[in-house]
């Protein structure tokens, strides 16, 4: 299945189809949230390619900048994410995967990437 073409203007903000945005680069942004507890977990890039994966195997795919291909998330750690609900904001040039996470979803070992807040100068806490 291949995706429709954006729309122009509001009618993709009204339309009822599936129609994703890709940026420049073919990347759209993708939000992975706990379906659970509503933590967000990490946020990741998809390609046409990986966000096909996603819908037809429920598993989490990505496309890693850094390493320029396609990853399914937990294949070398186990840590998988079982995607429950994909929604897209109002132009569709972003998702968000409400999953169940196995085990941590950072590459640090941490439940949520977001483990750490900005204090007022700046610094850095620990959560």
């Given amino acids: 299945m291949s995706f429709l073409p954006p729309l122009s203007g ?10 994703p945005k890709f940026d420049a680069n073919g990347l759209i942004a993708a939000v992975a949230q706990d379906y659970d507890t ?5 946020l ?17 795919t990505y496309w890693s900048r850094s390493r ?3 990853w399914i998330k937990g294949e070398t ?36 990437c977001f483990y750490r807040v900005v204090g007022e100068n700046g610094s850095l806490i620990l959560r």
């Fill in 38 to 42: 509503g933590e967000i977990l990490m």
């Fill in 77 to 112: 750690s186990g840590h998988f994410q079982d995607v429950v609900e994909i929604l897209t904001d109002c132009d569709q040039d972003a998702v968000i995967l409400k999953i169940r996470q196995t085990d941590a979803a950072c590459h640090t070992g941490r439940r949520s």
């Fill in 68 to 70: 320029g291909k396609l």
């Fill in 10 to 19: 509001t009618d993709q903000d009204e339309t009822r189809e599936f129609r």
């Fill in 44 to 60: 990741a890039w998809m390609t046409a390619e990986a966000l096909q994966m996603t819908i037809e195997t429920g598993r989490a």
